[in-house]
């Protein structure tokens, strides 16, 4: 039977987050995504200080940026910290084990490894066609989605969490030197990698919950899809800021 689900619409985020609702991870995912919303705006603000500085503004402009940018980095941090407790709080309950289980069940019995490979192709076909996007910082999100990927495809569930949470502790401590994630990545900002990482641990670990899920590749496939392309210009935006 053909797919008729209407997937391909702006409600594609709503889409996804009532997906990682079923899993008890909702709420994670929403403050992941948050927590990146305001560290993008902390090296905008800081970004902005800079210029404000090169450009003569006086320092009252200069500290207004500088104050806000720290500002948000702090509660960045204080964010990232909280998502981490919160994924420890969740796989720490007693039905993490079952669902981790039965997802790896559907993973295994539908093929799940070549859904994920021809995922992570699609998006690679698609960042082709991003057109600010730098050939550097397209390869990197390229790699990120194969780590995301061969992780998920070896650990399951368990892995794609534990994936996010690496993450979000290397955006901890990021954030909490001097640069304040505004560290030099040839040429891309160590910012930039921190969201586009989280942003593929959270597609791929979608795609293994959308497995266990009834007519979820059907229906729910390209929400994904869309989603993360949304979350990743984000992420791309930081440079340019």
């Known amino acids: 039977m053909a797919c008729d689900c ?4 702006v409600a594609a985020e709503a889409k996804v987050l009532d997906l990682f609702a079923t899993a008890g991870l909702r709420e994670i995912v929403e403050q992941t995504q948050e927590a990146n919303r305001v560290m993008i705006e902390s090296i905008r ?4 200080a800079d210029r404000a ?9 200069v500290a207004l940026h500088r104050s806000a940018g720290e500002r948000a980095n702090r509660w960045c941090r204080q964010q990232f910290e909280t998502v981490i407790e919160a994924i420890d709080n969740r796989v720490g309950r007693d039905d993490w084990s079952d669902l981790v289980a039965r997802t790896q069940h559907e993973f295994d019995a539908h093929e799940g490894r070549l859904q994920l490979e021809d995922a992570a192709a699609e ?30 495809a070896s650990e399951g569930l368990s892995g794609g969490m534990h994936l ?11 954030l909490s030197a001097p640069e304040m994630g505004r560290q030099e990545a040839s040429p891309d900002q160590v910012a930039v990698d921190i969201c586009l990482a989280g942003v593929a641990a959270i597609c791929i670990a979608a795609l293994i919950i959308c ?11 390209w929400a994904i899809m869309i989603s993360y392309f949304v979350a990743e210009g984000s992420c791309v935006g930081l440079l340019y800021v």
């Open 6 to 9: 209407a997937t391909r619409d």
């Open 45 to 48: 603000h800081l970004d902005k």
């Open 53 to 61: 500085a090169a450009l003569g503004f006086g320092e009252d402009v």
């Open 123 to 152: 998006l690679r076909a698609r960042l082709l066609d991003v057109d600010r996007l730098p050939p550097l910082t397209a390869g990197r999100a390229a790699s990120l989605i194969d780590q995301a990927v061969e992780r998920v």
């Open 164 to 174: 996010l949470r690496e993450n979000l502790e290397n955006g901890v401590k990021v």
């Open 211 to 221: 497995g266990a899920a009834y007519f979820c590749w059907c229906c729910y496939f």
